[in-house]
């Protein structure tokens, strides 16, 4: 597959379309990554919209539509366009609901806990989540959060900022989630409830060897059973 050199937001979004996926950072793992292709004007925390990746991370989800950006390979970011979310939720969630899987012992009783309070206050920001949290289970957020990303049951919808007693911005945006159930279309969720698993991972293993043909069966096997 040719991916093409990217100079520009748009042509970030375009080539992202074009792969499917993409690890964030500069780091492929083994896998794919579109930071491969930066130009050479492509520089992070500029706080340039159109050559600072770190902002289109927060931009491809707000303006696109049909880009996720999340906590979705080996724990660390990355990007799923809405045409290969269905295949990548086949896998990772086998068809299991979220109770199915706090069932099973899969999810942790504090993942539970920020699972319902996202349900319940769409778009919430990390600071107002922690706020339901003492001192010691806040030390489990993190991890708690990475794995309903994981597992797909979270995304990330946006970001905004904390508001003084005097009803005033301040600080650095904040990072909101949502169930992905609110993210996507039901459309999204009756596809991939109607893909068998064997299926979507042959598809997106050869999706991967066309981006990387040197990429390892085991690396292609942890990224796509990390769940």
Known sequence: MQINNITCFNDFCSELRKAGF???GSIDEGIFALSSYYGDNIESHTDDEETDPWKWRIRSIMECGDIAYGK?????GGWITKEWY???????RGGESFDKCYGDG???NIAKKVYKII?????????????HFNKDESKKLSTALTTLQMKMFITI?????????EGREYGWPVTTFVRVEEFFEEEVFTKANNINESEAIDKI????????????????KKFLYKR
Request: hydrophobic share 35%; aromatic share 8%.
């Open 22 to 24: 993409s690890l964030g």
């Open 72 to 76: 979705l390979f080996f724990n660390k």
């Open 86 to 92: 269905p295949y990548f939720l086949a896998v990772r």
């Open 106 to 108: 899969k999810i942790s």
């Open 119 to 131: 349900c319940s206050n769409p778009n919430i920001a990390l600071h107002e989540i922690k706020s």
């Open 157 to 165: 919808s946006g970001q905004k900022y904390k508001i003084s007693k």
């Open 205 to 220: 293993k050869k999706r991967i060897l066309e981006l990387n043909s040197k990429a390892q069966e085991k690396v292609i």
